[in-house]
């Protein structure tokens, strides 16, 4: 809103607009089983942006197994400038943000979760980092507030990400962190049915920094990242942004077939040189046995690939938004 300030001189006042210019910053929340703390999390945000930025926010429901829709409904009948979207079913956390980049709005762009344990403070931190020349800018959390069980899980896919795709050097990634809009905008064109963003970010920038923040206590539950889901979460990284993983298996392959020749060689001359050796029927058993293991294991990851092939050539969809509130009414805003 224009503001009008009179400037005093002598008899006279001299009316003169100053136009304020506020950039609007889109945030990007998927929600699942977080009914108890969404809303505080909603509030948070637009309180502590509202005095510098124009804010939007989209809260994408991923088939939760409570009522959250039910508070995005109602958090939506508040505020004109909360979006929500209901999944037709759970496509996981990465599908979620997928399906609210078509409602994007903002010149940046924040990605951030629904448990609260993500601070609204921070976001202010985060763009004026960006602000400074970056593309990409992460929260790192030194001391994370979770399990054991999911701070290892981490560190894993941390460990993965920085061997497997070559992630910048002392760039700590997490699912807290603000991005400029081009970057979100050529996100638009990844239509992989399972995405993994962070490999894709990789292929667009490497201007990318982090920022220390704290890690809060979640306001209400527990992960919803089961052993299984940071299993699928790794071998989403793994196979689907590199080949390095067919290369070591081709390098692997061919250590061991000369380990094999070389052997074979040894074996002959020792048996030559001395007819008493018994032939090594335990030897050569552990020997097979961990060579068809080895050729399990490297068709198995053959076999991602040619599986995550099948699915992009059958179309299948990354998510189904089966409601939207209040879409018309933020674009008109």
Known sequence: MPELLYLTGGDNKVAKEVVEERKKISVIVPCYNSEKSIKAVVENVLHTLKEKYICQMILVNDYSKDNVWDVITELCSCYDNVIGLSLARNFGQQSARMAALEYVTGEYVVFMD????????????????????????????????????????????????????????????????????????????????????????????????????????????????????????????????????????????????????????????????????????????????????????MLGLLGEYVGRIFMNLNHLPQYVVRERLNVEVDRNS
């Open 114 to 297: 629904d448990d609260g344990q993500h601070e609204a403070s921070d976001i202010l931190r985060m763009i004026d980092k960006l602000e400074t020349g970056y593309d990409i800018v992460y929260a790192y959390f030194r001391h994370k507030k979770e399990s054991g069980f999911r701070v290892w899980g981490s560190k894993i896919n941390r460990r993965m990400t920085d061997w497997v795709m070559g992630t910048p050097k002392n760039v700590h990634t997490s699912s807290f962190f603000v991005a400029r809009r081009f970057v979100v905008d050529k996100l638009r064109d990844y239509y992989n049915p399972s995405p993994y963003i962070f490999g894709y970010f990789m292929h667009i920038t490497r201007n990318i920094a982090d920022i220390e923040v704290e890690h809060h206590e979640r306001i209400y539950g527990k992960s919803g990242y089961t052993l299984r889901k940071l299993i699928g979460l790794w071998m989403e990284g793994f196979t689907g942004f590199s080949i390095v993983p067919l290369r070591i298996a081709s390098i692997v392959g061919m250590g061991m077939a000369v380990a094999g020749f070389i052997w074979g060689i040894v074996c002959i001359l020792h048996k030559l040189l001395n007819p008493a050796v018994a032939a090594g029927y335990t030897s050569l058993i552990a020997v097979i046995l961990f060579c068809c293991g080895m050729i399990m294991i």
